[in-house]
C-alpha cells in the first residue's frame, strides 16, 4: 500500500510518498523563510498554493499516480490559511485519483514518525516544534500531555527572539550558532509544576538586548534556560510514568545543544535517549504519510466512506483527542 502525504500546517510546503513498510519513494519540499521579519499566515498560504504543482511534478518523477493507494494530509493543528489550502490541494487530488482521503493530526504525525525511525518502544515524547511544546506518553488509547508550555512554542520563543535581534526567519539554527559563542547570564526560568512559560524569558532576552548585552550571551543563556526547563519537565514526567526512554522530535530536535542536555538528564536516571533523523525531525511530508496509513489500515471502512463534504480543517486539534486504535 501507497499513500501520498500532504504537509502544510506553517512554514513548510510538503509532498510525500511512503508505503506501508515505512520505505520512503518520494519526498519533496520547500520552505517559506524570511531574511527579516517573521511569518505572516496569508503570504505562507500563498507560497503553498503557488509550489504545491511543482512538488506534486517532483513527486510523481518515478512513480505512477496511479498506483498511489490513499491521499492523508495535515488537518491540523497550525496555521488556518496553510491549512486551507492544503485541505483543497488533498481534495482535488483524492477527486482525481479517485482515492479516500485520510485527514491526520500534524503533531500525532511526528510521534509517530519518531517511533518509526528511533528504536524507542515507551519513550516520554518531547514535541518541541515552532508552536507546541509538550511532553506526551501513550497510555492506553490516548497520546497524554503531562506537560507543556502555557504560552508560545519553545521554537516560537527563539524565532520571536531572533526576529527582534534581525535574524529572520527560522532563526533556531541562527541562535545555535551564535550561542557557541556566549556565555551565560541569568534570565527567568519558569516552571510551574509541569507548565512551562516561555514569553517572560523571550521579553527579558528583549530587554537586555537592547540594554546593549552581546547578542552570543543572549543567544546562549536563552537556550540554556528555556532548554533547562524543557529538561526539568521531561525527567519529572519520566518519574512519574515510570518510563525509562525519551524521545525528542519536532523541529528544535535538530538543536545538538538541547539533545545534549536530555541525554545527559537521561544517562543520570539511567534511562535512554532517543532522537530521529534531522531530515524528519521537523515538518514533512513523509509522517503525514506514515500516519495516513496507520489510520487507513486500522480503520478502512471507515475511510472508505469518508465524504470530502465532511473533511474540515482543525486548527486548534489537541493529541489527547485523538483515538489512538493503531498501536
Ligand atoms: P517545526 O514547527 O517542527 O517544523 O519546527 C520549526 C521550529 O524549529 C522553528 O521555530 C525553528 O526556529 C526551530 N529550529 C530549527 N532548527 C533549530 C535549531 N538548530 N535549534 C533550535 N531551533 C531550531
Ligand atoms: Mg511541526
Not at 183 to 198: A, N, R, W
Amino acid at each position: 500500500m501507497i499513500t501520498l502525504g500532504i504537509e502544510s500546517t506553517a512554514h513548510t510546503v510538503a509532498l510525500g510518498i511512503i508505503d506501508d513498510k515505512g520505505k520512503i519513494l518520494a519526498d519533496a519540499r520547500d520552505m517559506y523563510k524570511t531574511k527579516k521579519g517573521g511569518l505572516i499566515p496569508l503570504e505562507v498560504a500563498k507560497h503553498h498554493n503557488k509550489v504545491f504543482p511543482e512538488l506534486l511534478k517532483e513527486v510523481l518523477k518515478n512513480i505512477d499516480a496511479k498506483d498511489i493507494d490513499i491521499i492523508s494530509f495535515s488537518q491540523g493543528p497550525g496555521l488556518s490559511p496553510c491549512l486551507l489550502e492544503g485541505m483543497r490541494f488533498a481534495k482535488d487530488l483524492s477527486k482525481k485519483l479517485n482515492v479516500p482521503l485520510i485527514p491526520v493530526n500534524h503533531l500525532i504525525a511526528h510521534l509517530e514518525i519518531g517511533r518509526l525511525f528511533s528504536k524507542a518502544k515507551d519513550p516520554i515524547f518531547i514535541l518541541a516544534t515552532g508552536a507546541n511544546t509538550q511532553i506526551i506518553s501513550l497510555e492506553g488509547d490516548r497520546y497524554r500531555i503531562t506537560g507543556e508550555s502555557m504560552d508560545i512554542g519553545i521554537g516560537n520563543a527563539l524565532d520571536k527572539f531572533g526576529r527582534k535581534i534581525g535574524l529572520g526567519f527560522p532563526a533556531g539554527p541562527k541562535i545555535e550558532e551564535l550561542a557557541k559563542k556566549g556565555e551565560y547570564i541569568e534570565l527567568p526560568y519558569t516552571v510551574k509544576g509541569q507548565d512551562l512559560v516561555f514569553a517572560g524569558l523571550v521579553t527579558e532576552a528583549i530587554n537586555k538586548y537592547k540594554k546593549g548585552i552581546k547578542m552570543e550571551d543572549l543567544c546562549y543563556s536563552l537556550q540554556e534556560t528555556a532548554f533547562a526547563m524543557l529538561c526539568e519537565a521531561t525527567e519529572r514526567a519520566m518519574a512519574h510514568c515510570g518510563k525509562k526512554e525519551a524521545l525528542l522530535i519536532g523541529g528544535v530536535a535538530a538543536n545538538k545543544r538541547l539533545m545534549e542536555m536530555l541525554d545527559i538528564m537521561c544517562k543520570e536516571r539511567n534511562a535512554r535517549f532517543y532522537s530521529v533523523p534531522l531530515k524528519y525531525s521537523g515538518d514533512n511530508a513523509i509522517m503525514i504519510g506514515w500516519l495516513g496509513i496507520l489510520q487507513y489500515k486500522s480503520n478502512k471502512r471507515y475511510y472508505d466512506n469518508l465524504k470530502l463534504k465532511d473533511i474540515d480543517i482543525k486548527p486548534g486539534w489537541r493529541v489527547d483527542e485523538v483515538d489512538v486504535n493503531w498501536s
